[in-house]
């Protein structure tokens, strides 16, 4: 893949920054509250700013949210910057969130997208926010009321759909790339009372089609001393076309579910942003591409209370919702790129890129005797089953945004495994084998034993 060429480099505006105090009687807006309750276990704070300045011609002024070390002495100098959902959510906190505060790494929400701004976070709390400004346009109800969901569709019409979907999110957000990138700039200035050395750009579904988005079209883009804004970017659960290298030693990891593809979704009624295949691309000394069997487009094992609640009114029809361990894989792939991009012979190049196996040149995806996918990321659900794992549920909304599961009966069980012991034991080497292949960290391992291979009885 050549290195894509861009426009002229274009350095940012140095942007203002004002710290908006945490009181008693005002307090941040909470996009995500998922695993917020852990921040003092970690010794974690929340800090809170405005950020101002000049971004594709034009004034703005809008949040960010800080989360980082109470100690700036435990800081690791990482940042993992999260633009937030256009119709609201950080759904990157929500997947890596231990593993930020396990190892001293920063995250930051950057509500540059000015649907969720100003129709969210401005309108929740409109005195707090007062200072808030964007050029007039549609906000967050625009969007999350309008998201296509077709019964029996052709898969051609829920791909036109989608697409013209898509084309409304860039409409409305000219302003993030730059705002995005003067965020970057004010984490290594020391504006946030951090002094960051490297920081990586992510998102997960619309936040990882933005991230996308930067890299083919805003990678031009630099900060006011004239350097690269991010040093690696993680785009996740979205899809398009091919990522192009970026060079200048910038890495690339994208990451997606099976949920992902679109004979997934098929049955679902609704589309996304992968298209077919379209998305594969040759590995590159910047590049990594990881297709995941069995991972959902949200996960549902650690749920928290809105989401049980917001999930309680689907029928599964005798399924439950999928115990696949998503946070586990996102940790380390994250991990991945930390040791990518540390500085000279400190860098570990991460493992090849591997691709679930599908039909020809379709993206239906291989089966098993289960009915579970073959190849991509393998993990101890796929490989030691004892379920068939559903990526995408149908039908519709909410639903498909979790995975679900129709776990096999004790006969089956015995049929496969003979005994509890022996499942115990391939179980126990499927682990061992995603740990040495890099898709799970020692620490998440003893986890999934402890809560799913040791529950195992028939």
Known sequence: ???????????????????????????????????????????????????????AGSPYCTRLLLRCPAETSRFSGVVVEEPAHIWSGTSIWRATNRWLMRNGHAWIEVDSQAPVAAGIVKESDPIRYAAMTFPPGPVARDFQETIPFTPDPTRQKLEDE?????????????????????TS????????????????????????????????????????????????????????????DLGGGVKIIELLGEAEFQSVRWACGVSGQARGLSH?????????????????????????EIDTKRFSVCDLAGAQWSTFPNSFIYAAVFEMMVRWTNPGFEAVAPPPSTFLSTLGDTDEIRRDEHGNAVG??????????????VAATPMGRPSWYRGSEWFFTAEKLRQVYGSVAEYRRLAGEAVLRQVTAGFLLPCDAEVLRRETVESVSF
């Open 1 to 55: 893949m050549a290195i894509q060429t861009t426009p002229h480099l274009l350095r940012v505006h140095s942007p203002s920054i004002t710290e908006l105090p945490i009181t008693s009687t005002s307090q941040p807006v909470i996009l995500e509250p998922y695993h917020v309750d852990l921040l003092p276990s970690y010794n974690y704070v929340t800090r809170e700013y405005l950020i101002s300045g000049i971004a």
């Open 162 to 182: 989608y697409s013209a979907f898509m084309q409304r999110w860039w409409a409305a957000t000219p302003q993030s790339p730059e705002i995005l990138a003067a």
């Open 185 to 244: 700039h004010a984490l290594r200035s020391g504006q946030l009372g951090l002094s960051a050395t490297r920081v990586f750009l992510s998102g997960l579904s619309q936040t990882g089609g933005v991230t996308r988005r930067f890299i083919t079209h805003s990678s031009h883009l630099r900060l006011p001393d004239g350097s690269v804004p991010f040093e690696g970017y993680i785009p996740c659960a979205s899809g398009g076309a091919a990522l192009p």
């Open 280 to 304: 594969r691309r040759g590995d590159s000394d910047s590049f990594r591409l990881y297709e995941v069997a069995g991972m959902a487009h949200r996960e549902s094992r650690y749920s928290s």
């Open 376 to 389: 991509g990321v393998r993990s101890l659900h796929l490989d030691v089953p004892i379920s068939r794992v």
